[in-house]
């Protein structure tokens, strides 16, 4: 499994993690892929407080129990907890809900309208405590990133975590630029788009089977591989299904060549800039 340092935490991260989003429909299925991946070594797992209203967090405790020093455990708050007191009482829901003592990395899940120096001094405060060992923003377009830097002052967002996937693009016009300037690793949301993954039939779907068939590889790997093409960037596919796990593991050691990402950009374009679309 190919490992790369996760912006300013100098952690070794997996590039290929694991989401974890509506697993609750299907526990025992979601908790046998979960641990598969991490034989793999998909170690990097993705969670939020709002996954399940809860649920999610409980099925991933259950996932880690005995092996939770090999995962990179993230969890996200939600803003209408992202108070100074909501985000310490929530974090430390979550980590009941995980059963672990600490987090690697948090997040605030999005932005809404709420005033960021209360989360980010809670953050400040939990990292401090050695309750998280990180922490990180989610859904920040330029503007949100440039106030949390404000706040944050530099080399303390260790992340964003935004949709990236071969259709949705927008990432790349100024929020990967922004990020590498400040050393804020992305992490790509819904690399498969979340059920909307290019068909065989379509011109995209097309391009994804030649390189997959040149490289011995699947379609899903060469977009595994094509969203982690640069050191800056992590993607964590979800799965329920163990096949489906070993597939998107398989792309971890896959490199495109520039040739190749040439045929992807051509016909799967990342488009005019725009605002930063969310899930
Ligand atoms: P996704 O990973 O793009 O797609 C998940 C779907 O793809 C599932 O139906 C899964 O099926 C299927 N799949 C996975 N691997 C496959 C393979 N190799 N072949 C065929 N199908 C495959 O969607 P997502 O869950 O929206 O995004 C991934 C994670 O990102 C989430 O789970 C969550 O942790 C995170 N996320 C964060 C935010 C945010 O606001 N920060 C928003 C959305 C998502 P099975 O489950 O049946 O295997």
Redesign the pocket.
Known sequence: MQHRALGRTKASVPVIG??????ES?PDA?IA?LRRGLELGLTHI???EM?GAGKVEELVGRAVRGRRDEVYLVS?VLPSNATYDGTLRACERSLKRLGTERLDLY?L??RDRLPLEPAIRAFEKLEGDGRIRAWGV??FDVADLEEALSIAGSGRIACN???Y?VKERAIEHAVIPWCERHGVAVVG???????D?PGPESAGGRALAEVARRRGA?P?QVALAFLIRRDSLFA??????I???E??AGAAGLRLDDEEVAILDRTLPRGAARQLP??
């Open positions: 694991q989401g974890t989003w509506a697993m299907q979601s892929a993705d969670t939020a996954y996200k997040l899940h999005w989610s859904n975590q935004v949709l996937h949301y819904s690399p498969f788009g979340e059920g993954f699947t899903r964590i596919p979800k799965a329920s299904r096949e489906h796990v597939e998107n969310m899930l």
